[in-house]
């Protein structure tokens, strides 16, 4: 059985490789928001702040 990638994490592989994230939505046809929402999620998890709120996270 083959795992699945979901279509998000594709368009993050893209961002990575230089595409901007519009162009990557629109290449895995899911919309921008979604792809924006991950990269903001990304960011904050980078940064040790919790994704939701914002406030940081103890490690």
Not at 23 to 51: F, H, N, T, W
């Amino acid at each position: 059985m083959r795992k699945v990638i979901p279509k998000t994490h594709q368009a993050l592989d893209w961002i990575g490789k230089g595409m901007s994230a519009a162009q990557a939505a629109r290449k895995m046809e899911i919309s921008e928001s979604s792809v924006y929402a991950a990269l903001r999620k990304m960011k904050a998890k980078d940064l040790g702040c919790c994704p939701t709120c914002g406030h940081k996270v103890k490690r």
